[in-house]
């Protein structure tokens, strides 16, 4: 399955993305509007969803959160020409995984899309670091770090996100017994032995920087 769900109401950019994104392979279903895009998301199952903020009937923002409430975790990209931090900090508490702003080139958001849906196919290489996804081991500089699990899976999502933000609520579903408490103590510890900046985003969550 390559299959996507485009929700744009502008009719010359849907069409454009559609024809570049079939020449990669990729399956398009577009709609217009939240209502329409919500029913597709219920009644069919995609990779991924790219999602216009300022749509008719339902906006980008408020059908994700409706998703993510339901327990839809399909990586989701937001576009928008919005770039205030209100908007961008909304997109990402209602469950976004990564935002590009209009204009953008296609090629980018192709980049992108595969960066979302092709993690866990093969080794991730981030900086000295080098996630192998199969067997759930992470190297640095070539060595195999010994973390527990809550923190690989902690830092799996920081890098995998990078350079947005994981929220909070995200990185509680790795933790046993999830409080802000024991988020920044896994945080600590992993800023510690790895000697990483991870920055606390306000009202969000944390991000590797």
């Known amino acids: 399955m390559n299959s996507i769900l485009l929700l744009e109401d502008d009719p010359l950019l849907a069409k454009t993305l559609i024809r570049y994104l079939e020449l990669h392979k990729y399956n398009i279903d577009w709609v217009k509007n939240g209502e329409e895009a919500l029913d597709y998301c219920y009644k069919n199952s995609y990779i991924i969803y790219l999602f216009d903020i300022n749509v008719p009937c339902l906006n980008g923002i408020d059908l994700l959160d409706s998703l993510r409430e339901y327990g839809d975790k399909t990586p989701t990209i937001l576009i928008s020409a919005l770039i205030d931090i209100e908007s961008i900090t909304k997109g990402f508490i209602a469950g976004a995984d990564d935002y590009i702003k209009k204009p953008f080139d296609p090629e980018e958001l192709v980049v992108r899309i595969k960066a979302k849906?092709?993690?866990g196919q093969r080794n991730l290489i981030f900086r000295e670091f080098e996630i192998d996804i199969l067997?759930?081991?992470?190297?640095l500089n070539n060595i195999e770090l010994d973390l527990g699990i809550v923190q690989k899976r902690i830092l799996i999502s920081l890098i995998k996100n990078y350079p947005n933000p994981v929220t909070?609520?995200?990185?509680?579903?790795?933790l046993e017994k999830p409080s802000d408490l024991a988020l920044r103590v896994n945080i600590s510890k992993l800023k510690r032995k790895l000697r990483i900046d991870i920055k606390n985003v306000r009202g969000i969550g944390y991000k590797i920087i």
């Open 117 to 119: 849906t092709e993690f």
């Open 135 to 139: 067997n759930n081991n992470i190297l």
């Open 168 to 174: 909070k609520d995200n990185l509680f579903d790795f």
